[in-house]
């Protein structure tokens, strides 16, 4: 199993949808978590840490389920500059190094 | 405060010369991550440095590539006698001392192309 999976889409979604996307993690140890958001030709920009049960900023949120051991971004009134291709990471087993998933890519349509 | 940055930006190799990237991680930061990544896939780690020590290399191909994070200056990611198939955007990022966070932030990339 790969320590850390994501659907890889593509979700197309219109403008001012919600969705949400999942990330499953196998390192049960694990205490934070990250959502970056890239877009194409450019870096991974860091756009949630969660700590916790889960963050919130604006229509951004994300929650960890660790019975279930994963975690989920959901974006609420989705516009068209969401669209991106969202990377989930966890830290691995034994380093101080993260792992990505392969990433979810988003398309908001008019 | 600087970002991470990376250097050159763009790099054209013909095969069997060396390319070499470089990085600088953001003020304050001690710990260096490299990552590779290939059009439409993820990011693959490749090597993660503290100043002076390579502390996991496991994702680093055996031949041909190598790393460094010296005292002073820049880090280094080191590919000799490229082939075709170490074209891809070459990331690096950067993170506070250890036992603070785990967030990483990246560097813009070299987009490493060989012909």
């Known amino acids: 199993r790969k320590e850390v999976e994501q659907d890889p889409g593509p979700f197309n979604v219109p403008e001012g949808a919600t969705v949400a996307f999942n990330c499953t993690y196998s390192n049960s140890a694990s205490q934070s978590f990250f959502w970056y958001r890239q877009d194409c030709r450019k870096e991974p920009k860091l756009l949630m840490s969660?700590?916790?049960s889960g963050n919130e900023d604006g229509r951004f949120t994300a929650q960890l389920n660790r019975a279930s051991q994963y975690i989920s971004l959901l974006i609420r009134d989705s516009k068209l500059s969401d669209s991106a291709t969202y990377l989930c990471?966890?830290?691995?087993?034994?380093?101080?190094?993260?792992?990505f998933g392969t990433g979810t890519r988003l398309q908001v349509f008019p | 405060n600087a970002g991470v940055m990376q250097n050159p930006r763009h790099l054209v190799r013909r095969r069997g010369q060396e390319a070499r990237l470089r990085c600088s991680p953001m003020k304050g930061h001690s710990h260096v991550y490299w990552y590779r990544q290939l059009p439409e896939e993820g990011l693959k780690f490749m090597v993660y440095l503290q100043k002076e020590n390579i502390i996991d290399e496991s994702g680093m191909p055996k031949e041909r590539f190598s790393a460094e994070f010296p005292k002073e200056g820049p880090s280094i990611l080191r590919i000799q006698q490229v082939v075709r198939g170490d074209s891809a955007a070459y990331f690096c990022a950067s993170s506070p001392p250890q036992g603070s966070t785990y967030e990483q932030y990246f560097g813009p990339g070299t987009r490493l192309t060989v012909t």
């Open positions: 990471a966890a830290p691995s087993y034994n380093t101080d190094k993260l792992i």
């Open positions: 969660v700590y916790s």
